[in-house]
């Protein structure tokens, strides 16, 4: 772009100038993304041509000057100037999938009161955090609740497992109930009775009745 002119010199030496021409030269106009072209599933870009006052035509069909993507795909836009220019544009959209988080228990649930239960956020990640605040990928329970992680994968993608239930059953408490005197005579009995009923008895005798 500018103003140009010519001055000429004949065989005879007669010198003269040409009047002023004015050049205008239109920059090729580009693609403005709003934001990072690679980014996780459920966000979005919004593409912008730099250039106004032009006929715009995307291979999505769209005429508008922006357009807003939230797929992966490669998206070109012909671009048609006032003075007739025409550019094609070209920009490539990457949309990384969410991770799918869940939860693995090592133990069977429920379980006893005294039992430690490992839970283990599966897949692999880059990071994790669960609603106990912890940041490990396998924690470590031993009291009832309701957990939940959040899995950062390696894109930076991020999203939350269901929840897993810990149920915790109560210890039994049991108590020792004598029919007579714990001292008696050689030659009579006592009937020791276990309470309360339970599935299955031990004694240190080695007797498995109640």
């Known amino acids: 772009t500018g103003n140009y002119s010519v001055t000429i010199t004949s065989g005879n030496g007669c010198t003269a100038s040409s009047s002023i ?15 990072p072209t690679t980014f996780c599933q459920g966000d979005s ?6 250039s106004i006052d032009s006929l715009y035509l995307w291979n999505t069909g769209d005429t508008t000057r922006s357009i807003t993507i939230d797929t992966s795909g490669i998206f070109n836009v012909t671009i048609t100037m006032n003075p007739g220019c025409t550019f094609t544009l070209t920009d490539t959209i990457t949309v990384n999938p969410l991770p799918t988080p869940s939860i693995t228990s090592s133990s069977i649930i429920p379980f006893c009161d005294g039992v430690h239960d490992t839970l283990t956020s599966m897949p692999s990640g880059s990071s994790y955090h ?9 924690i470590i329970v031993s009291t009832a609740g309701s957990y939940v992680v959040s899995l950062t994968d390696s894109n930076g993608c991020s999203a939350s497992s269901d929840t897993i239930h810990i149920i915790i059953n109560p210890l ?6 004598s ?11 006592d009937t020791l009775i276990c309470l309360p009923n339970g599935s299955s008895y031990l004694w240190s005798n080695g007797a498995t009745t109640q």
């Open 21 to 35: 021409t004015n050049v205008t030269v239109y920059a090729r106009p580009v693609i403005i993304p709003s934001g």
């Open 179 to 189: 029919n007579g005197p714990a001292s008696f005579c050689a030659g009579l009995s």
């Open 130 to 138: 669960w609603n106990t605040n912890a940041n490990s990928q396998k």
């Open 172 to 177: 039994p408490t049991p108590i020792i109930q």
């Open 45 to 50: 870009v919004t593409l912008m041509i730099n």
